[in-house]
C-alpha cells in the first residue's frame, strides 16, 4: 500500500494474495465468520450498487475502469469470512507495520526537506509539497494522522509484544513525530483530521479518566501545533496559496492549478450534472468524467487539468444519482450500526478519518484510497468482533 507508488501492482498482489489465502483456508477447514457476515456483505452492497448504472453509461471502458479500481470491495469483504481468524495480537501487527512504514517514509520525506528548504518552500506557493515516496499528498496526510492516532492508541493501551517500557516509548515518540510532520508538511485535511482525533480523544479521555487531566493534554498539544505551525515557512506558504485560491473563488478569475476553486467548480459540475440528466439515478457511472470535462470546457476552458467531483458523496451523487447514494450510505456505514454500543479507536478512527476525507477526496475512485480505506475498514471490523466475542464470553461465566 505505502510503496504502491514505486510498483502499482503491489497492491493487487497483495488483494490477491489474501484472497487466495482465504479459499485455501476455506477448502481447509470450511469455516465461514457467521457472527460478521452482515457487515462483510454490507461492504460488498457497496460495489454491487454502482452494476446498474451499467444500463445507461455510453463510456464503458470507463465504467469498466471505475469497477475495477472498486472490485476490492466486492472480493475482499466476502474472504474475510472464509479467512484465517486472525488473533488481536495479530492485527495489532498489521497496525504497527503500517505505523512504522508511515514513520519512515515521513521521516525520509522530512530530512529531504530539511536538506532543500528553499526549493520545497516555494512548491507551496503553487498548490504543491514536499515529495513523499506517496506521491497522492491527500491520501499520505490522512495516513499520517491515522498512523499517528493509532499509535497514540496503542501506547495509551498498553499493548506491547516483549518489552512493556520500549515499545511504548517508541509509540508515543512516533505519535509525536507524526504530529508535528503533518503540521510541517501542511495539508488541510490531514491537518483537519488530526485536529478532529484530537478533539475526540479528549473528550473521551475527560469523560473516562480525568477532566482537567485531558484539557491539559489537549492545551499541550494546541500550543506545541501553534509553535510548529508559526515557524513553518510551509504552513506560512500554504496560507498565502490558500489566500489566493480564496481569492479566485470570490473574484471570479482564472481557477487553473489552484485546487480549491477547481475543487468548488467540480461541486458545482456534480450538482449540474443531475439537473442534466436525473437526481434520482444520476449520469450513470461511465459518463462522468466525459460530462464533467465538458462543463470544465464550457464554462472553465482556462482550467487545464479538470478534475472529477472531489467529494465523494457528490461523485456518486452525479453518477448512481439520490438512489444510489442512499444505498452506498446505508451499506457503508452499517459497522458503524452494528457495532454502536461498543465501538473501538480501531474502528471509530478510520470512519471519521473517511467521512472527512470523503468532503474534499473521492478516496474511493483511487487505487490507494481504496486499499487504504478497505483494509482498514477490515481490520477495524475484526478487532471489534474480537472484543465484542471476548465481552460475550466473560457475560457467560
Known amino acids: 500500500m505505502l510503496l504502491i507508488d514505486i510498483a502499482r501492482a503491489l497492491a493487487s498482489i497483495g488483494m490477491i494474495g489474501m484472497s487466495l489465502m482465504a479459499i485455501f483456508n476455506f477448502i481447509i477447514h470450511r469455516e465461514i465468520d457467521t457472527k460478521g457476515i452482515k457487515i462483510y456483505i454490507s461492504l460488498a452492497l457497496c460495489f454491487m450498487m454502482l452494476l446498474p448504472s451499467y444500463f445507461y453509461s455510453a463510456n464503458l471502458d470507463y465504467f469498466l475502469e471505475r469497477l475495477q479500481i472498486n472490485i476490492p470491495f466486492f472480493i475482499l469483504p466476502l ?12 492485527l495489532m501487527v498489521c497496525y504497527t507495520w503500517f505505523i512504522v512504514g508511515v514513520f519512515l517514509i ?26 513523499t515516496l506517496v506521491t497522492h499528498h491527500p491520501t499520505f496526510s490522512l495516513m499520517c494522522a491515522f498512523a499517528a492516532f493509532m499509535s497514540w492508541q496503542l501506547y495509551m493501551g498498553k499493548f506491547n509484544f516483549k518489552f512493556p517500557r520500549f515499545e511504548q516509548g517508541i509509540c508515543l515518540f512516533i505519535a509525536l513525530f507524526l504530529f508535528v510532520f503533518v503540521h510541517v508538511f501542511s495539508v488541510r485535511i490531514g491537518m483537519l483530521v488530526m485536529y478532529v482525533f484530537i478533539v475526540v480523544e479528549t473528550i473521551k479521555y475527560g469523560i473516562q479518566i480525568s477532566k482537567f487531566k485531558a484539557i491539559v493534554a489537549f492545551l499541550t498539544l494546541f500550543v506545541i501545533g501553534c509553535f510548529v505551525l508559526y515557524n513553518s515557512p510551509t504552513f506560512r506558504n500554504k496560507i498565502i496559496n490558500t489566500g489566493q485560491d480564496l481569492a479566485v473563488i470570490s473574484q471570479n478569475t482564472s481557477a487553473n492549478n489552484q485546487s480549491l476553486a477547481s475543487r468548488l467548480i467540480s461541486y458545482q459540475n456534480a450538482i449540474e450534472i443531475c439537473k442534466q440528466t436525473s437526481w434520482l439515478f444520476g449520469c450513470g457511472l461511465g459518463d462522468i468524467k466525459d460530462l464533467n470535462t465538458q462543463l470544465f470546457q464550457q464554462s472553465f476552458p482556462d482550467v487545464s487539468k479538470p478534475i472529477i467531483p472531489h467529494n465523494q458523496f457528490l461523485f456518486l451523487l452525479a453518477a448512481t444519482g439520490i438512489t444510489g447514494l442512499l444505498f452506498f450510505t446505508m451499506a457503508f456505514f452499517y459497522p458503524i450500526w452494528y457495532f454502536r454500543n461498543k465501538l473501538n479507536p480501531a474502528l471509530y478512527g478510520i470512519y471519521l478519518l473517511l467521512i472527512l476525507a470523503f468532503q474534499v477526496e473521492p478516496v474511493l475512485q483511487t487505487q490507494l484510497g481504496v486499499a487504504f480505506s478497505l483494509f482498514f475498514l477490515l481490520v477495524g471490523i475484526r478487532v471489534n468482533l474480537h472484543i465484542r466475542l471476548n465481552a460475550e464470553n466473560a457475560h457467560e461465566k
Open 79 to 90: 474472504c474475510w469470512l472464509i479467512a484465517p481468524q486472525l488473533s488481536y495480537k495479530q
Open 106 to 131: 515521513a521521516a525520509k520525506a522530512l530530512f529531504y526537506y530539511l536538506m532543500h528548504q528553499s526549493m520545497v518552500n516555494e512548491l507551496y506557493l503553487h498548490s504543491q509539497v514536499m515529495p
